[in-house]
Nanobody, 127 residues
């Protein structure tokens, strides 16, 4: 059974940085994509970024491109989301999720493409 555990959230001032971690386990092969999503109060869950484990392809939402960076440590089975230049509108609960099919999902940042989810870690950007 695939399990995903997020960590690294917290309170940060505007302009600050945080690094989120997603510890993944239970995969039976290397064919999966890990995505980062977020959900702010009263809003729908939205895709932030994803990385394909087999090919290393990375995708970003327009709202975070140039500020967020997704990366992976295959030895540790961990995916990271480095978030820089944070803004109040980045405030949300951040989730990682896994799509366990070969290749990148056709809609890479659509939550409906993902099969397994972590419980989330909250990020608050406020002065």
């Amino acid at each position: 059974q695939v399990q995903l555990v997020e960590s690294g959230g917290g309170l940060v001032q505007p302009g600050g940085s945080l690094r989120l971690s997603c510890a993944a386990s239970g995969f039976t092969n290397d064919y999966y994509t890990i995505g980062w999503f977020r959900q702010a109060p009263g809003k729908e869950r939205e895709g932030v970024s994803c990385i394909n484990n087999e090919y290393g392809n990375k995708y970003y939402a327009h709202s975070v491109k140039g500020r967020f960076t997704v990366s992976r440590d295959s030895a540790e089975n961990t995916v990271y989301l480095q978030m820089n230049s944070l803004k109040p509108e980045d405030t949300a609960v951040y989730y990682c999720a896994a799509d366990v099919h070969r290749g990148v999902p056709s809609r890479a940042l659509d939550p409906d493409e993902y099969d397994y989810w972590g419980r989330g870690t909250p990020v608050t950007v406020s002065s």
